[in-house]
């Protein structure tokens, strides 16, 4: 029997995160011993418990990872990927991505997936840190002029039209122009110091809870909206079901090789452009 054992584990409040992980929190799946005690906190504040190595389990940026690789390794499931299509660059007027070369366009964070493709597709801007949450921060540093464009993330990306915003670039549909792959926007991450069996366990555990996430879709999202604290974001079944569509479906179990190739080549060009330092092994922790 396994002996019982307690791990920090954080995420974020969007739908994705918490789609993947609700199972595994609430005794659907058998944790095998383990119990899980969890946060909830943006992105960014994400990517940051990553450079500190506190957290055992949690999602980061893909972006953050690069960085971090000797301190997590990610897993083969729960990657948010875009085949075609990711973050948007939205502004008031819209226009062709060039015209926005050394303007002033809003990023959820510097650790983020986002803004390092938007470096690759445009390399010359100035960058303005706007929080994602609440939601309705990037549109107001938009229509206050705080900033020309913004890019935005999560669920945030389905509402520009909404909000009366023109579409300047879809970031995935950019990456995939440039190489051909998807573009793999976060990622589950297991600190490497919990050792090699429990790392493996750990990724068992989460695509266990996945797993039971996509077979119990329509329960899951009764559970999604019933949980949902963001008030600004007006999430309703139908916006929801297109979310999940694109960010929690077979990508999200299991990651398949070319999946594994776009973070290579991300890295690879991030590297070339001297956003990175070096290029890290990308390695998962469910790996034989």
Avoid: Q
Wanted: charged letters at 25%.
């Amino acid at each position: 029997m396994p002996t019982s054992r307690t791990l920090s584990l954080a995420f974020s409040p969007d739908s994705d995160d918490i789609f993947m992980f609700l199972p595994l929190l609430r005794g659907h799946i058998d944790t095998e011993g383990f119990t899980f005690r969890h946060t909830r906190a943006d992105t960014e504040t994400l990517n940051d418990l990553a450079a500190k190595g506190e957290v055992d389990v949690l999602a980061l940026s893909v972006a953050t990872y690069a960085r971090l690789a000797d301190t997590y390794a990610l897993m083969r499931s729960g990657a948010s990927v875009g085949r075609g299509y990711g973050p948007v660059l939205v502004s008031r007027e819209g226009g062709p991505l060039e015209a926005y070369r050394g303007k002033r366009i809003g990023i959820p964070g510097h650790g983020t997936t986002a803004a390092m493709v938007l470096r690759l597709l445009l390399p010359e801007f100035t960058p303005v840190v706007v929080p994602i949450a609440p939601y309705a921060r990037s549109f107001e540093a938009l229509r206050g002029g705080e900033v020309d464009a913004a890019v935005l993330i999560h669920e945030g990306r389905l509402l520009y039209e909404r909000e009366g915003f023109a579409l300047v670039r879809d970031l995935g549909e950019g990456f995939a122009a440039l190489t051909g792959l998807p573009l793999a926007l976060g990622g589950n991450a297991v600190r490497r110091g919990l050792g090699a069996e429990t790392m493996r366990r750990v990724a068992r555990l989460c695509k266990r809870s996945i797993a039971w996430a996509l077979a119990n879709r329509e329960a899951m999202m009764d559970a999604l909206l019933e949980d949902e604290s963001r008030g600004d974001l007006a999430l309703d079944r139908g916006l929801l079901d297109r979310y999940l569509a694109m960010y929690a479906n077979a990508d999200t179990l299991e990651a398949p090789d070319d999946v594994r190739r776009g973070i290579v080549e991300l890295f690879t060009r991030a590297h070339a452009a001297g956003l990175l330092g070096a290029v890290p092994d990308v390695t998962f922790a469910d790996d034989d």
